[in-house]
């Protein structure tokens, strides 16, 4: 019931997104929408209504089992079975009684048989009956059923972790979206720029005023822009493709961004003096489960040694006969059983006792597992930390960069307009600002990648 309610409410959402064909998309609508409709998060799901039914598996283990039988036999060779001859001789029974008749005593004279070959059973047999069976106890048994939460919980916290791991894969190319349209936005003004350059240098060389080697260059800087714009709408193809990969999205279908990426985003929730909380992470939450299902593990084998009790109740009804319209003629024969059986090993070779050491060394396991866990988490939020506030020193600066290069760029355009300089500076201050703005959005880039990043270390990835 579950997995069909998922699949309607997938279907119900890839039918509104559909349906928003043209709108933009924030980040956590691309989520919300990779929630639903990614293929890992669905396997993530599945495996969650798979354990569920393993544990029900379980619990109707511990539940009576009654099973109904019939058979059907014909017995085209009855068997035989040996016997003492001398079994069935009731001539000493009869000794009182004297019997000398010729006939009777050649009859003694013969030599005797050892063995007599007598059949029983008749050629055709039928039964049917119901038997019900209940573990009374079962050590083994009573601990999987103790498991059952903790391997729901280790399901959950898989889906969860695949969650966390795609939100990580979608934000990043939805950023990496966002820097390709800005870098394609850049391009597009810096044509600009020049085209209206180039057009003003060419009246300029009309009317006497200008060289022709100044128009020349700024057609070659405009032709090398030209060239990059191509190449730049080639990465945000490919940087789309790669966010509806993330998403599950059909590469076929269009959309559009609608967060914007400056410098206050990056700064804004940054809690860079947070105390880093182990329990935050869910690999920290997988271990210690992984290392309560051993402890299971250790229990089930430990208490191995205790037996095993279960009772059984039959009922049949049989019949045998020598026609096969008998078989419905005839009456059959009942018969009824109530069986308590108990069974204990005694000497398995010393296996428990080698399971039941694996499943201590798994735990003991588990322990070095966190504590190098903790380690790697210290290392990693501390990386992270580093990384992000480098990339917000380098994104400050590349933003002051910016700031001088376009006043440095509108000074010789000022000069050049006024006739006291060349195109060559404009030409240096036009690469300059184009240069600026490249590292700004790379560092702009860069510095949300961190965020992201130093947010996952710390568990906090929203």
């Known amino acids: 019931m579950k997995i069909k309610s998922i699949l309607a409410f997938v279907l119900l959402a890839t039918t509104q997104l559909q349906a928003q064909t043209g709108e933009s998309l924030t980040l956590r609508a691309c989520i919300e929408y990779a929630m639903k409709n990614q293929p890992k998060i669905k396997g993530a799901l599945l495996d969650e209504q798979l354990q569920l039914e393993k544990n029900k598996e379980i619990i109707g283990i511990a539940r009576p089992q009654v099973t109904a039988n019939g058979q059907f036999q014909y017995l085209f060779v009855i068997p035989k079975q040996r016997a003492d001859a001398g079994a069935f001789d009731f001539a000493s029974s009869l000794s009182f009684f004297k019997i000398d008749t010729p006939a009777y005593m050649a009859y003694q004279s013969q030599p005797k048989e050892k063995y007599s070959e007598l059949k029983f059973g008749l050629p055709l047999n039928a039964s049917a009956g119901i038997q019900a069976s209940q573990i009374l106890f079962d050590a083994g048994v009573l601990v999987a059923i103790k498991a059952r939460k903790s391997l729901e919980e280790l399901s959950v916290l898989n889906t969860k972790r695949t969650e966390e791991e795609v939100k990580v894969a979608v934000s990043k190319a939805y950023y990496n979206c966002v820097i390709a349209e800005k870098r394609m936005a850049l391009i597009n003004e810096n044509i600009r720029l020049l085209a209206s350059l180039a057009d003003m240098t060419q009246k300029l060389y009309n009317e006497g005023f200008a060289e022709k080697i100044d128009a020349d260059r700024l057609t070659v800087q405009k032709n090398n822009l030209q060239t990059e714009k191509d190449k730049i709408q080639n990465l945000i193809e490919l940087s789309y493709a790669v966010?509806?990969?993330?998403?599950?999205?059909?590469?076929?279908?269009?959309?559009?961004?609608?967060?914007?990426?400056?410098?206050?985003?990056?700064?804004?929730?940054?809690?860079?003096?947070?105390?880093?909380?182990?329990?935050?992470?869910?690999?920290?939450?997988?271990?210690?489960?992984?290392?309560?299902?051993?402890?299971?593990?250790?229990?089930?084998?430990?208490?191995?040694?205790?037996?095993?009790?279960?009772?059984?109740?039959?009922?049949?009804?049989?019949?045998?006969?020598?026609?096969?319209?008998?078989?419905?003629?005839?009456?059959?024969?009942?018969?009824?059983?109530?069986?308590?059986?108990?069974?204990?090993?005694?000497?398995?070779?010393?296996?428990?006792?080698?399971?039941?050491?694996?499943?201590?060394?798994?735990?003991?396991?588990?322990?070095?597992?966190?504590?190098?866990?903790?380690?790697?988490?210290?290392?990693?939020?501390?990386?992270?930390?580093?990384?992000?506030?480098?990339?917000?020193?380098?994104?400050?600066?590349?933003?002051?960069?910016?700031?001088?290069?376009?006043?440095?760029?509108?000074?010789?355009?000022?000069?050049?307009?006024?006739?006291?300089?060349?195109?060559?500076?404009?030409?240096?201050?036009?690469?300059?600002?184009?240069?600026?703005?490249?590292?700004?959005?790379?560092?702009?880039?860069?510095?949300?990648?961190?965020?992201?990043?130093?947010?996952?270390?710390?568990?906090?990835l929203k």
């Open 243 to 460: 966010l509806k990969f993330q998403m599950g999205m059909p590469l076929q279908q269009n959309i559009q961004l609608g967060d914007e990426l400056n410098i206050d985003e990056v700064k804004k929730d940054l809690e860079l003096d947070k105390v880093l909380d182990y329990n935050n992470r869910i690999e920290m939450n997988l271990l210690k489960t992984a290392k309560r299902l051993n402890g299971y593990d250790f229990e089930r084998y430990r208490k191995g040694y205790l037996p095993t009790v279960a009772a059984v109740l039959s009922g049949s009804y049989a019949t045998q006969t020598m026609a096969f319209k008998e078989l419905f003629t005839l009456p059959y024969f009942p018969t009824g059983a109530f069986v308590l059986s108990a069974s204990m090993p005694l000497y398995d070779g010393g296996t428990r006792k080698a399971k039941m050491n694996q499943a201590r060394l798994n735990m003991m396991k588990n322990d070095n597992d966190m504590l190098a866990f903790k380690q790697a988490v210290d290392l990693e939020s501390d990386n992270a930390k580093t990384q992000l506030r480098n990339s917000i020193i380098s994104l400050e600066n590349q933003n002051n960069n910016i700031a001088l290069a376009q006043k440095v760029y509108d000074i010789a355009q000022k000069k050049y307009k006024e006739g006291v300089g060349t195109n060559i500076e404009i030409l240096q201050a036009e690469t300059a600002l184009k240069d600026a703005q490249t590292n700004y959005f790379n560092s702009l880039y860069e510095a949300i990648i961190s965020k992201i990043d130093f947010q996952k270390s710390l568990g906090l």
